[in-house]
């Protein structure tokens, strides 16, 4: 399966050398499930953007420190591409910003949460199974970095998981597009260095109550299984 990257930022020069940009941290969880998978990466954030919705088979939309309301021309121009693969009935996946843009580009809302910045593991309910969760469980723990939130679902869309911190975490629109607040991406160990780069802005007791959490388990592979599973289900079925 070919997946197509659409990449909406780049690791903090601070923090590069030691963890890799954003599509290595992608290509490293998915080969660990999958390594026949090939990627090819399209740096949306630099204005570049697939000419053809069919030059992969599943489309993967990645976090951003960019917000989907920031009005910036090449998250516009995104938010357009986002509709063509929805249009054409292409599967695409959307991670943190990507999940957040989705729901903007087919008509819902995103909001800064009022609860602030969500950092650290977030542990979430599983409220619906659905037909790719395989291995099933009940919950859904990932490693998250945001202070958006979907706050209004677009249309035919449904909510899959989520907390009473984040009650939009994981969904499904329609057949072939998801989107999901956490990081599977991320390892632990960036997660840690992510929120001490920006103590300032999250906070430090936030901070340290983050850092604390990362003692928990992560779903990171449940949810990289999921996510092929997914993707593999709707490039089949179309």
């Known amino acids: ?44 954030l630099d204005g570049e953007l697939p000419d053809d919705v069919d030059a992969a088979d599943a489309w993967l939309t990645t976090g951003s ?64 199974r659905a037909d790719w969760m395989d291995p099933w469980q009940e919950g859904l723990d990932l490693v998250v970095s945001h202070q958006d939130q979907v706050s209004t679902l677009p249309p035919n869309a449904r909510i899959l998981a989520g907390s009473d911190f984040c009650p939009l975490y994981l969904m499904q629109i329609g057949e072939c597009f998801l989107g999901v607040q956490g990081h599977p991406e991320f390892a632990k160990d960036y997660s840690a260095d992510l929120m001490r780069l920006r103590r300032d802005q999250v906070g430090a007791s936030r901070v340290r109550e983050g850092l604390a959490s990362l003692n928990a388990p992560v779903d990171d592979q449940l949810m990289a299984r999921w996510i092929l599973n997914f993707m593999r289900l709707r490039t089949n079925h179309r």
Request: aromatic share 12%; proline share 5%; glycine share 12%.
């Open 1 to 44: 399966m070919r997946i197509g990257l659409l990449q909406c930022d780049d690791v903090a020069p601070e923090l590069r050398e030691r963890h890799g940009n954003y599509p290595a941290m992608f290509e490293r969880l998915f080969a660990s499930v999958d390594p026949t998978l090939t990627f090819q990466v399209w740096r949306c």
């Open 65 to 128: 420190k960019f917000g989907v309301n920031d009005g910036m021309a090449w998250i516009e121009e995104l938010c357009g591409f986002v509709r063509q693969l929805w249009d054409a009935d292409k599967p695409l996946v959307g991670i943190c910003f990507g999940h957040q843009l989705i729901a903007k580009a087919l008509g819902g809302e995103v909001v800064k949460s009022p609860k602030g910045w969500g950092v650290g593991m977030s542990f979430n309910d599983v409220a619906q």
